[in-house]
């Protein structure tokens, strides 16, 4: 993986002058005041500041320089500290390598820079149309409890859409988590892994389904394998589950019939016969993938520092942590760092 990262620049006077209030947006401002300000940076340390007054509502307000704000460090330094600790680093680690720099800031702040640099990407204005979404759930520790957090992704793309704190993992907590989603990005699919949950979802929300192929395969040999004998039988349930040939549905009736004094194996048939339409919607839509790795993947992106720390101590620290490395690893050919302090 290339990462191609644009730093933040810093510079010690402002550039031109604003052009609206940022309190009542009235363009009418008088220049009032220009005080220095000390900046915890790589490389400039002290900046200066020009506050203006607004001739409408009377308030004043400061206009900061190039990679300053109201904080003491530089959006630079804030930017750093983030990326570090995306890349592996501690917070107590992060905040000695910018020390290194000469721009040392306490490991608190790191983690104030870290919950912002969260809350920022996930306020970024809504994605457009997903027609094609990917369902799934991943399991981290917050405040010593196993929590489940279910990822929601753009089943085509791989781009990861939303995420959030699942409570419970019923059908109903899963309906409140989705639904959003479909209505507000007009999905037309759902993909998903073989857990029951998902099918009460897909019929209340009116989606076609398509079941992760990978899952429903492994789960089938499994199953197979703690039936004794019958071995025609469970070759051409293999063989039916790899091809999906266009007349499953019927040979499934007929292997039924057949598996009558063999309960598991009549289960097994009956599960997959229920099942069948959900296995073959890749055939009937175009653009539909076969398995739900697209959201796999987006939760190994997170889960690889999920599993270099010792827990978050709170569901902002979770979130923040998915926005980061999910922005991180997005595969985007340039990233730009003050997307992280905007």
């Known amino acids: 993986m290339k990462l191609r990262l644009l730093v933040p620049q810093v510079k010690p006077l402002p550039d031109g002058r604003p052009t609206a209030c940022c309190y009542c947006q009235s363009p009418l401002l008088q220049r009032h005041q220009q005080v220095p300000k000390a900046l915890i940076d790589t490389h400039v340390r002290h900046t200066q500041a020009v506050r203006y007054r607004c001739t409408v509502c009377r308030r004043t307000f400061r206009h900061y320089a190039q990679g300053a704000s109201r904080y003491r ?53 809504p994605m457009g149309p997903v027609r094609v979404l990917g369902a799934d759930e991943t399991v981290v520790g917050i405040s010593g409890h196993p929590v489940f957090l279910g990822f929601v992704v753009d089943a085509q793309t791989g ?38 949950t998902y099918k009460p979802v897909v019929e209340e929300l009116g989606l076609e389904h398509q079941l992760c192929l990978a899952h429903v395969r492994k789960a089938v040999t499994n199953r197979l394998k703690k039936v004794e004998g019958w071995e025609e039988e469970k070759a051409c349930i293999q063989h039916l589950v790899r091809e999906l040939p266009p007349s499953g549905g019927i040979e499934l009736l007929r292997l039924e019939q057949r598996v009558q004094r063999s309960p598991p194996l ?23 993938p076969a398995t739900n790795n697209r959201t796999e993947q987006a939760i190994g992106k997170s889960k690889v520092r999920f599993k270099t720390v010792r827990g978050f101590k709170s569901v902002a620290g979770a979130l923040a942590a998915v926005a980061l490395t999910q922005w991180l690893y997005s595969g985007a050919t340039h990233h730009n760092l003050a997307e992280l302090t905007a």
């Open 266 to 288: 009549r289960r097994l048939v009956v599960d997959l016969l229920q099942r069948w339409p959900s296995l073959v919607c890749h055939r009937r839509r175009k653009g539909v």
């Open 73 to 125: 460090q530089s959006q630079r330094v804030m930017a750093l500290a983030v990326l570090l600790w995306t890349l592996g680093l501690s917070q107590r680690a992060a905040a000695l390598v910018l020390a290194g720099l000469e721009a040392g800031i306490h490991r608190s702040t790191v983690l104030r820079d870290i919950h912002r640099a969260g809350a920022s990407l996930w306020n970024r204005s």
């Open 159 to 196: 781009t990861t859409v939303g995420v959030e704190l699942l409570v419970e993992r019923d059908s109903g907590a899963f309906l409140r988590w989705l639904q959003p989603y479909v209505e507000r990005l007009g999905v037309e699919v759902l993909v998903t892994d073989d857990l029951l």
